[in-house]
């Protein structure tokens, strides 16, 4: 399978699919701010409830919120920045 880009007819530079780089950018942002989101909840959970509770329903529920809160907090900062 060949990767072939489309080239402009009048200047000969080949042209960028807008598209795929704000996918890229917003899938990265999420996973990253989904693994931060995991930590801070997994440091607020021992912070909140104490040693040794990692493993009670309300820490995990803390594990998930956290995590999906920074992960859309993620995709609204990548999507924001600018890329190269």
Not at 12 to 21: A, T, V, Y
Not at 57 to 74: K, T, V
Request: proline letters at 4%; one cysteine or more; aromatic letters at 14%.
């Amino acid at each position: 399978m060949t990767n072939t880009t489309k080239i402009c007819p009048t200047c000969g530079q080949p042209l960028r699919r807008f598209s795929d780089k704000l996918i890229k950018r917003s899938v990265v942002g999420g996973v990253l701010g989904t693994i931060a989101g995991i930590l801070f909840g997994i440091w607020f959970s021992v912070w909140w409830f104490g040693e040794g509770m990692h493993s009670t329903p309300m820490a995990i529920i803390h594990y998930f919120s956290w995590g999906a809160l920074f992960g859309f907090a993620g995709i609204i900062v990548a999507l924001l920045l600018k890329g190269k």
